[in-house]
């Protein structure tokens, strides 16, 4: 069933690709877009079959390939790749719906979009370190082509930096889990055999360290962030949208799966630098953005300070955050894919994203009133106003760092503050006051231009006031993740706090050492 | 029959809920045929039934034990989510003023909004308001009555922000969200912090909690303070006190509900809060500081304001410093009491302030005069509801204050001052405006000033009988003191002053309005000294200069040096990297001379230095 999610994406770019004869763009969209929806139902069939109390893996599926070298095709999905899968699945259907119906060179484009969807979904799907790391370098190409291709003005520039950016953090992925297999002497790349192995805490270290670093930039933390909010202002719409939605969300993913999942030992040492590292993060991102004049960059420096807080969670580590840190991801991807259709919309209407520039989009006949009354709506979400998912996510999230990391918790809450400064700046300037003249005769917003924003806001309420259909999932796995975490407590590393979080279930789930 | 409507008591706030999202199709513009009225009836029907549910459900409440529903919500690892509800008689009665003000409000703005062009959008946002009030009054779970807390930040940041081209209205909307965000952060933070220490978060578990839990004396002090800030921010309470003055500028029908029962719901919390409170003095302390600091302040403000709704914005402030004085000093009954009573007078005022508004098309009180013949029913509503806020006449707020003074306990002398300040400059500031107002001659924009419409005549009147009956509510739920209460058999039955100096201080305050000069034009007066109190009770004491100076400035340069940093530092290193990078290739070229000697060399000399280096690491 999982091959299934990761190959025909590969199919449909070389069938887009190389299909012969003359097609029209909106014909190639329309197959592209038959294409992935196709995948979204896969999708949705594979949460029917997905057991959310189920143990490890589900669904696995595994095909030796370079035995030699012990590295075989191995996929299988858990609660916390479910979520991210599906989302991967949305923002896909709606990066692709929301693209340009004539864009220039279309069977490139959605051959590339198509094989990003391929890269992705099998990074999140691999159980082999081996492969992860094939499908997270492969995610690469088509976004810098993208971006390159498709973007604005200083769409080369962008693009460059975050090729160098990422493919340095792809190596660093790539030796720190060379290092994980040469030092325990392991014959696989398979991830639970490594999670078995126990190393020295120096080595475990230095090989976090390298793993913190890679996906530091991925998802991007201060200081490695300034290529994000480049691509984010070159890049096209969709494009913004599957980078904030789902890309970044890949160096979370790898983070908790392999940062926290191989190395629980050294975690817990590093856990109180994490935590401040993302206090920092937290704080920068959001005052970066207040005094941004792009709306793009508004709501990438945005993204910088939410995914922050991912990592507040990991760092403390209980079974409360790291739910929560799934759930955080979801709903961000949610919100700052809301926010960018928004923000591209406005764009694409106005001419500008200049904050200074726009005024008085809210004006009912000549304005943007409905997509105004969006961008409020995903402002507020993002700034956590209950009833929408951005408010539960973070209150867990908060609820479970605070007893661990009482400090950084609060300063990040600060963070989250800040998110309705820098958003309600930018509402006010952009959509209250009088039209300017400067836009007086906006092209008209079709329903089109619409209904994936509306899609989303409907998401992120429907999620806000049911969370149980957003936490059930990944409750049962990060939990066991969490074992892997206690498992050092028997070594004799005991982290005091840690210790009285404790649940009974430890005592027999603890894997035997 | 009975049970049910009891039981689905937690239905109503979905009421509001159900109106707003009707109107969808009409704000959205779908429906456009049929005009924005449509979405009104829907709204002003969903409210009716909210207040009838509600009424029958109240009457069954009568001499019923409190009951608690509990609606599971949220379950994950530790931490545990139901939205628990509490039907007791005050929680419906708070819910029965809320939707009871909420129709009369509704149907008022039918008058005063019946040209505007997105009637329907207003209703919509009114609706939800009232759906977050009424969950409030119901809700027994400190978590639920944050998130509809914020629900409210969120609604009043539209409504205020309603009429969104005017200049002024886009700063009001923002510093009316932004305020209250402060403090419902910071109440969030309280929050986490309970629900990591607690056992849950239903205001009973708060209070048996914090009757057993014993917490580092630092601690349970932020965690007070934490607690308080998010209604200080709501009741617009010093330091977060200008959002509610500024937010003046939405229009008047939500300003009904929000100097009524909107403020009133973040003093609801507090007061639900109370016990939790008890754990730290500071906290308390800190309370009737906050309250007495902002009663004095926002009486003095208000007899400086000429804009007639900002005149009584302020009193809401210094009534509402008056309920946190109360509960600082855990009076709970009688923050209960001053809330009922003030939330009712006060939404009168607004009334006739609308209709006055509405009629004249002005706001400025020294451009008004001679009203009283031609507006004789607002004039009326006028009296009752000066009548129904200050402390002279046997209506509500008398009554709330007397049992005050009156109480069972010892009347500290300040409180009693503050009180009687509070309620004679009360008393000033009302007679004040009722003087410009309505009497003396007619000017230019009150000479042609007709009557108000009956939409909104008629639920000013309702109001203005209301108003007269809260006396006699009070005294049938039996919140008033009796005569042979605790407090005759105290023996101070003899030396009762503080009553007759509650009726001193309003009577001193109506003559002294009725004695100053107000002169017609906008005079300043000669003296310097005079003239600086003036500027400083109108321009609310300069607190907006205070934010600048501190919050904002401190926000924004951390921005900008941010900004700086990100720009020059961290990209400039990178860059500076990429250019190195670059020059450095294109330096290397010239290496190539394509003489063989240079490059063996090159090579030799890289031999001998790895060679060296090999030997120092062994």
Redesign the interface.
Known sequence: MLSVLIWVPLIGAAIVAWWPGEISSLHLRRVTLAITVGLLVWNIAIVTQFNPDLDGMQLSEYVPWIEQIGFNYQVGIDGISLPMVCLNSLLTVVAIYSSDRHIDRPRLYYALLLLINFGVTGTFLAQDLLLFFLFYELELIPLYFLIAIWGGERRAYAAT?FL?YTALSGILVLASFLGVVWFSGAATFGYEPLREAVLPLGTQIILLSGLLVAFGIKIPF??F??WLPDAHVEASTPISVLLAGVLLKMGTYGLLRFGLGLFPEAWQVLAPWLATWAAVSAL?GA??A???KDMKKVVAYSSIAHMAFILLAFAAA???SL?ASVCQMVSHGLISGLLFLLVGVVGKKTGTRDVDQLR?L???ERGL??IGSLM?LGA?AS?G???MVG??AE??L???S??VF?VQ??LC??G???T??YF??MI?KV?????SERVENLPRVYWSDRLPAVALAIAVVIFGLQ??WL?RWS?HNT?SLMLGARRSQNIGLVNQVNQTMT?PMANSGVIDN | MRDFLLESCWFIPLYGLIGAVLTLPWSVGIVTKTGPRPAAYFNLLMTVLAFVHGSIAFIHTWNQEPQQLILPWLQVADLNLPLEIEISQVNLGAMELVTGISLLGQLFALGYLEKDWSLARFYGLMGFFEGALAGIAISDSLFLSYGLLEMLTLSTYLLVGFWYAQPLVVTAARDAFLTKRVGDIILLMGIVALSSYGEGLTFSQLESWATSVTLPPVTATLLGLALIAGPTGKCAQFPLNLWLDEAMEGPNPASIMRNSVVVAAGAYVLIKLHPALTLSPVALHVLVIIGAVTAVGSSLMAIAQIDIKRTLSHSTSAYLGLVFVAVGQSHVDVALMLLLTHAVAKALLFMTAGSIISTTQNQNITEMGGLWSRMPATTTAFLVGTAGLVSLLPLGTFWAMRRWVNGFWEMPWWLLTILLFVNAMSALNLTRVFRLVFLGEPQQKTRRAPEAPWPMAVPMVSLSVVVFLVPLMLQQWQLLLSWTGPWAASGRLGIQIETPLLVLSGFLGVVLGLSIDLSRRWVRPAAKVLRFLQDLFAYDFYIDRLYRLTVVWAVDTFAKITSWFDRYVVDGLVNLVGIAAIFGGQALKYSVSGQSQAYLLTIIIGIGLLFLLMMGWQ
């Open positions: 930096k160098l201060f200081p962030h300034t920068y005052l970066a207040i005094s941004q209980t079974p409360l739910v008085g809210l004006n009912p009133p409905l409020i507020m700034a106003i209950p009833g408010f539960i209150f867990m908060f609820r479970g605070f007893p009482p918790t609060l809450m600060v989250t503050g800040l309705a400064v309600l700046l006010n959509f209250f006051g009088r039209l969370p149980n936490v409750e939990n649940l």
